[in-house]
């Protein structure tokens, strides 16, 4: 009998070992897989390292740095990371919080008494840990930084005008400008610049070499990866968007060989070089779950995933995938995304970048690295081939839902006005100006630091056509006043007031 239950125990023992040992040959299994999928989804340029047990198992570039031009991506190419650099702001907050210059519970207010939101209450009530968890109520309000000049100074000024979404801490919207006011909150609490903080705290120990917290540092550089978009079906190099107004929330550029050593710092639990960067149970609040995050807020892979639960950490997506809590994050701007995925009880990660718009290889590149690393039973699953399918279905909605929108349009209408009349200024304080001009035979439109052409759609109403034309297509109506002169002016939901006397 006891060698009958020793004989079954060694059975299951072995089926478990089996079960949870790695491919024959991950490395160049992974290699192969990475250099078809990145075909099979036109990828410009990739990179991609993958950690195991603290050290760098896989770590490859792919393609090239731009279009057109011979320079091959490396492992030391910079990308932007997007906002993988969120964790690297709430690991800032961590350290300040160990030398008790910050509490994760205090006020804002504390430490920016200039902080508003609309509601008296919100603005009292609104917490340190509140701006890194997209909790804090507010709707997403990236149109304070994205194609704007606008300070840092003026983003958080003009929040205490926008409406709450929610109240805080009763769901999730993606928020980056409450991660600006946290690199204040850094900046406050430390006296140096957020930029200049991670430089010496993050960067230095962890010896990121090639890394530099903001793109205008980046154009220095030697090895830098151009951003990508498809216009008409045609890939095409285009302009790199700043995020150095919210720079806190998503400015770093870096490599995957140095974002291979972030991913080990993690993975040791914030220590590097046998030193520790953070105490235990402050590293430890950086991956405890803060809040649930709703369907419409997580990614469509979880139609494939099927995760049991989603969650947000300080500065971490999560999800269960196979057993295992899996901490995780995408960065996506102009022509650039990164994702970096986390098996922390595996003691594994993968980072990946690249330089096209939304190449969403990165997902499928993280889970193949998951199976072939970690305790699995979908070692045999296409995540490349499934998640083409499932974002090009997504985008073939997207499209037959544009095309529905301009089955709508009225023809044969006129504007009721001379053109010339409609040239003006329209302000509104939350969202600034936007001012009209005469060009030719046409009108100008100028928002921000984005500018494009109008095109009359019907009656009163113009279509937006952006001189970056990645950025796509809108819509702007000018409503009349009593006076018969155009009054203001509506374009994405927002009404804007003439604020100047021309074109009456």
Known sequence: MLRTATLVASLVLSSTVLAQKPAADPVRELDAYTTQAVKDWGAVGLAIAVVKDGRVVFEKG???????????????????????????????????VDEGKVRWDDPVTNYLPGFQFKDPWATREIKVRDLLTHRAGLPNADYLWYGTNNSTAEILRRVRYIDAAYSPRTSFIYQNVMYAAAGQVVAAASGMPWDEFVRTRIFTPLHMTGSVPLLSKAATMPNVASPHDRIDDTMRVIRNASVDGVASAGSVWSSVAD???????ILDSGRVDGKRLLKPETFAELL?????????????????THPHWTTYALGWFQ??????AVDFHTGSIDGMVAIIGLIPDERLGVYVLANADHVELRHALMLKVFDLWGPSPSKGRDWSRELRTLYGDIATKATLAAKAEEAKRVTGTKPTLPLARYAGVYTDSLYGDVAVTTAGDGLRLKVGTLEGSLEHWQYDTFRIRWDNRWQGTGLLSFILGTDGAPSRVEMGGQTFARSDRGGR
Do not use: H
């Open 319 to 324: 999800q269960d995938y196979n057993g295992r």
């Open 288 to 304: 405890k779950p803060q809040t649930m995050v709703t369907t419409s807020e997580f990614y469509p892979t979880a139609r494939l």
């Open 259 to 265: 974002m291979s050593k972030w991913m080990r710092f």
């Open 62 to 96: 792919y393609g090239v740095r731009e279009l057109g031009k011979p320079d091959l991506v490396d492992t030391t190419t910079l990308f932007a990371i997007g906002s993988t650099t969120k964790a690297m702001t709430s690991a800032a907050i961590g350290m300040l």
